[in-house]
Structure formats: C-alpha cells, structure tokens
C-alpha cells in the first residue's frame, strides 16, 4: 500500500507565504506525476499545480507566477511553495501522485489526506 503524507498547511495573512510538502511511502517502485489540487468549502477540487518525473511543471492560470512546484524524486517528495498568498487561496490542499508498485505493472492515483490553508485578509 502507499501512503501520501502532507504538512506545512497553517493560517497566513495575505501577502505571506507556505511551503506544502508532501511525502509519498510504502511499497513504490516508481512515481509518475505528482501534484497538488486544492478545495475550498461548496467548490469542487481544482488541480493547482503538476509536475513530471523530469521536472517539467504546470500551473492552473490562478497561481502562476505565485506558486512553485517541486520533486526530490530520491526522497518520493513534492512541495509546493506558495508565495503572495491571497484571501481566495484559502482550500484544503490535496497532494496526489501516480504510483507504480512494481517493474511492469501499472499506475494508480493516490491521495493525501488534505492540509488546510487559511489565508486572512
């Protein structure tokens, strides 16, 4: 089984930063794309930001230039820094990552169990 463990949500004002990271563990032979969605209360879950086995990274319109995502693929590991953080970030951020258990075998999409970010205004 694998497990995505998340920390580094908390409450900033606006203006401020955080730095989400997110480590994936247990039985994990090799990990596609990782990424962070996020949720805010009545919206539906909304994909933030991804990132491939290579480094090349993709960002929703709304936190271009804001956002910045990483890997350290040595440590299964994806953050993601999040700088002039607006009221409207404010969502449960969710880390996600396409693992692939065994030599040969195929890719399953795994969760995080969500870190909340609040940001006042």
């Known amino acids: 089984q694998v497990q995505l463990v998340e920390s580094g949500g908390g409450l900033v004002q606006a203006g401020g930063s955080l730095r989400l990271s997110c480590t994936a563990i247990g039985s994990i032979f090799s990990i596609n794309t990782m990424g962070w969605y996020r949720q805010a209360p009545g919206d539906q879950r909304e994909s933030v930001a991804h990132i491939t086995n290579d480094g090349v990274a993709t960002y929703a319109d709304s936190v271009k230039g804001r956002f910045t995502i990483s890997r350290d693929n040595a440590k299964n590991m994806v953050n993601l820094q999040v700088d002039t953080l607006e009221p409207e970030d404010s969502a449960v951020y969710y880390c996600?990552?396409?693992?692939?258990?065994?030599?040969?075998?195929?890719?399953?999409?795994?969760w995080g169990q969500g870190t909340q970010v609040t940001v006042s205004s």
């Open positions: 996600a990552a396409w693992v692939q258990q065994s030599a040969g075998g195929g890719y399953s999409n795994y």
